[in-house]
């Protein structure tokens, strides 16, 4: 009897045995990427192989996962490898995104050559959000001018280069104001900058930080599928680049409008099929560029991104015009013949190579000197503008030698529209 | 059928009465299975482990899914010493509660609490090994505990931690004392605890006109029954490990940030519940030497086990002991439920 139940015994435990050796056979052996930037094997690939590399400037042989993402890269266990990542699905989230981003040969680089992304980033006007609540605190009487002295998180600048940059900024604390509005306004309109959870909905899908411009979501985005960002709705996307096309800027952008009285925001219920309906303000005027360009086509990384200064107010660092590309009845706009292999210019080009630019190319500046690095002047006086994202070509001729008499003084956009807005 | 090498470390033959499960529980042998595996698989994760700070929770990952199989030894590994402690408790209550620690066996009793703290310690500085942030509030509020002793509070604790912080000297002196220090010493105390079996006339029974049977069962059935525990406590541990991995966090990152979870090991939540009621050094020091002189005294100050009642569950004779370790592993269990709950 005793010799049945050893045998018995003896069952159970190889039965066990085997149960767990089809357990143990149940994880999937890992696959090691070694980045040679790190160095250090990472298993990340074991489950995610199928992610498409986020861009050709990051990629994944060099830089793996963990450099931007964190995480424990030798866990198998889904919950432990992903307990340590950065910003959970976003590392470039502007809580995280020093240690994600940043670094010296990375993006807070040098401000000579213009790597200094997350130090312009953190002192953006995108990002602070200090032009509104300027305006509001003062406005509500919160304090006397429309300076700014408060952000949606605290920040200062040690290098002020412009005359309306501010040494730093306060984080804004509605609960020290005892006006309600300023309350109201902290509760329902803190949804504006970069690192704002973006709305519900998803005409608002974006991520925070860097992410919410460039990793932009594909076009078609559809609503079953994955999280994206803050939201639930949209496309899960993997990737970064910087040609933007204007329906990520329409994730910010566009949306709607403020009721100051009641300090909301009343997003726009009209869903127009065509673009010159589908993206301004229905009094709005606008010529043919403004609706067939991208955003980003004229609008350049400074203004997007800040120069570094913490500003009062987004026209302090908006300084596109129509006379940055076209010029006046007396002037040919600025040009600047690229001599240095290593102009930002080039580098820009060399990032998102919708144009060939090479040394001995002419591309158009702004007053800052900030190269148009997408535009080209022709041999025959004209000049050509390439779309970032649309890659499409426009060929367009100088003001100078036209009949238009518009003084050169005057050359704020509401004088062009009023010969060259189209029909709405 | 001659016996071989593993019947002659069994006598010839013991009492049937006194062999039965429901007598012995079957606890001292499966504990001894549990430190035979326990030893087993600790010599395999040595292969791998690295005990440096940088890299200790890096390797502990590594055995988990990297090796082959490392996963599983890893967990049987903690399994066995999770079992190991309840086990052991089981066995103390198992000689408390039958009076089997009556002279001569009153040296051994202390042997194998000996041994109870010294599995304790072994889980505790195994624990420590993982060095991740699962088990950073364990180790620096633990090992600060023994700040608190007065006058040598400091001098302790940098004898055990090889410094002011924890640290590399730290982890390493936890890593010797779990190969080494615990570990010979419970390996030395384990096989003079099974002597003393010996010597002291095996398993405590009746005086011969008391018994009510003469019946013995010869060492074959004996090493059979012990194979059948080893056969199904094995099934169990792999089960168990094969379905509930061991618990493992990410690296530490920075020893002075909160930790995630801040809990201490199972085994000693009563120990941090204890804490919450104020004086470090009351409750987590002497109150649980206290119970530990408590316990080792049982067999000296208070009323001893008559021998007429040894061999069977409960006699009278030395039930004011069965009160006293019934309360404390009572008020343990109650503490251990409160600090589970009010943790999460």
Redesign the interface.
Known sequence: MNYKLLLLASLILFLSLITAWWITSRVPTPVTLTPSLSGQEEYCITCHADLPEISSSHAVKTFGCVTCHGGERLALDKDLAHSTMRGGKNPSDLTVVEQSCGGENCHSGSALEMQDHYQRVQTSIQSTYAGAIANIRYTFGAQPDLTARQGTYAVKDDVISTDTGLPSLEAFTPASDQNPAIQLFANNCLECHINAKPREGISNNRFTGCSACHSPAPLNSSKNSKDFGGTTQGSQVHTLTTAIPYTQCNTCHNRGNYDLRQMTFIERNNKPADRLHKYYQPIAEFTRCEYTLDCLDCHTRIEAMGDGDIHSNKKEIQYIRCKTCHGTPTELPLTKTLTDPNDIAIRQAFLNPVVDLKVGDTVLVTEQGEPLWNTRALPNGAFQMVGKSSKQVFNFNPVLGSACTQTGTDQSSAYCHKCHSVKR | MRPNFFHHLHPPSIPAAQSRWCYTLGAGGIALFLMFVLGLTGILEVFYYIPTPENAA?SV??I???VP?G??IRNLHFWSAQLLLLVSAVHLVRVVFTGSYAPPRRFNYLLGLALFVLAILLDFTGYILRWDQGIQWALVVGTNLLKTLPIIGDTMYTLLMGGTNPGAASLIRFYAWHLFGLSLIAVIFVGWHAFRVRRDGGIALPPPSLRANNLRISRF?LV??E??AM??T???L??I???L?AP????I?DMTAPAADASAPWFFLWVQQMLKWGDPFLWGIAVPLIILLVLSLIPYILPQPIESELGRWFPKSNRLAQIILGAIALIVIILTLIALITNV
């Open positions: 890096l990952q590594t988990s899914y990297l199989f996963g599983l059935v059979r029954r194979v059948l056969l199904f094995g099934a169990a792999i089960l490990s094969a379905f991995p493992i966090a990410a690296p990152k």
